[in-house]
């Protein structure tokens, strides 16, 4: 989700992210989150370095930031485990995603995994 907001400015995603900027919700990350976030803004989406230095800045003062203690292995996908480390260690009641995998979770432990249009409806 927060892939898609950083680079379709104007959709759905984008419009969680506004909830988040105007502190109707939390953003909690890892570092290992955010390099994976910034990784793939500069690899996919050919983001250039001060354009990265800004949106670490940006995601660093908005999110709550937490290093998760416990290492998971419930998904295939390494990436995915990191984000169900960080809600776990952020407390977060849901994650928003895209991902397959994840969604067929459902939920992990107290963690609901949901679509971006069910987390609007929320």
Do not use: H, W
Request: aromatic share 4%.
């Amino acid at each position: 989700m927060l892939v898609a907001a950083l680079v379709f400015p104007g959709g759905r995603a984008d419009e969680a992210l506004q909830r988040i900027v105007e502190e109707r919700d939390a953003l909690v990350l890892s570092p290992a989150i955010l390099e994976e976030t910034l990784g793939m803004l500069s690899r996919k989406f050919a983001r250039d370095p001060e354009l990265l230095a800004e949106t670490a800045v940006f995601l660093t003062e908005l999110a709550l930031m937490v290093r998760p203690r416990m290492r998971l292995s419930v998904l295939a996908d390494a990436p995915d485990n990191r984000v169900l480390e960080c809600a776990l260690a952020g407390r977060a009641r849901a994650v928003v995603t895209g991902d397959k995998r994840m969604l067929a979770l459902g939920r992990y432990r107290s963690v609901r995994i949901l679509t971006v249009a069910e987390y609007l409806e929320v």
